[in-house]
């Protein structure tokens, strides 16, 4: 019986390139992997893929490659010894690294004629296959157009931009979002441990309280956009109080104020160029040494 699906490469096998590769398998694709521990690879091998002793047999063996390891430079390390095989095919990098390293990943694979695609994945391994698992695209927009379709079995899928550090940028601005959520969550538990709060009384209200802020973001992007932030809803002068004050609580409930204090510096920092009143949307320009 002939085959039409796409023969894909996936060259390394932790647990988002196994996912990866499992999720390729299970929608019919011819998949051939490689990882540097070789036992990492018998589940895959189980299930009808093809395992391979080198990095060079995985690249020569599909059109659409996958790295997904480390890094940029753990990629370009491992791909290096296959350079002459790229051409023609698609390398779609999974590894994390700053925008400007995977620019550079990029030219280097397209120097050596293969069309490139980045991708960022807003999930834990165990999402792929299914909506709740966001993938995010930026490079050549000839290759998404070619697998872009393909590529929907892995999750929400998006292409971004020809750029291909765009995808990069994107993950971490959600990452950032995440992190400033998560940590903040954190910091709130360990003042409410100071009074012997458990997380379980606090979880309730902080998610009834986050969902209400979520509900703020329309109005900061519209002030952030249009570069008015004469009459915001959340002034500068009231959130300097309130960061004033989580701080000097942190110190009384013998908390760490650490992951305030950015934020402080921020807001006063541009207390220095705009009026108490103005929104606090402005530290926007703050962050991008802007007045």
Avoid: C
């Avoid at 060259?11 to 694709?29: C, E, K, P, V």
């Avoid at 390390?77 to 400007?100: F, I, Q």
Wanted: glycine share 8%; no cysteine; proline share 5%.
């Amino acid at each position: 019986m002939s085959n039409d699906k796409t023969p894909v490469s996936v060259i390394g096998l932790g647990r988002l390139g196994a996912a990866l590769a499992a999720a390729f398998l299970a929608d019919g694709h011819p998949t051939t992997v490689w990882n540097r521990s070789p036992e990492k690879a018998a589940p895959l091998e189980a299930k009808g893929a093809k395992v391979v002793a080198s990095v060079t047999e995985a690249v020569a063996a599909s059109p659409l490659v996958l790295t997904v390891v480390l890094d940029h430079a753990a990629a370009r390390s491992l791909l290096e010894p296959a350079a002459d095989d790229l051409s023609g095919r698609t390398l779609l990098n999974v590894s994390s690294s700053t925008p400007d390293d995977i620019r550079a990943l990029a030219e280097w694979a397209t120097s050596h004629g293969a069309d490139y695609l980045d991708a960022a994945v807003m999930a834990v391994p165990q999402a792929i296959g299914t909506p709740d698992a966001q993938v995010l695209f930026s490079g050549s927009a000839n290759a998404y157009e070619r697998y872009g379709s393909e590529l929907e079995i892995l999750g929400t899928t998006r292409y971004l931009a020809a750029d291909p550090g765009v995808a990069e940028l994107f993950s971490m601005g959600l990452l950032s979002a995440a992190y400033g959520t998560l940590f903040g969550y954190v910091h709130g538990v360990a003042l409410l441990d100071s009074a012997n709060v458990k997380p379980t009384e606090f979880l309730g209200m902080a998610v009834q309280w986050l969902n209400g802020m979520l509900a703020f973001l329309p109005s900061l992007t519209r002030e952030i956009e249009t570069r008015d932030y004469t009459s915001g809803e959340s002034s500068l002068e009231i959130n300097l109080h309130a960061l004033e004050y989580i701080e000097a609580a942190s110190h009384d409930a013998g908390v760490d104020p650490g992951f305030v204090l950015p934020t402080l510096d921020l807001v006063r920092k541009r207390l220095e160029v705009a009026e108490p009143v103005h929104s606090v949307a402005g530290v926007f320009e703050t962050m991008l040494g802007r007045t």
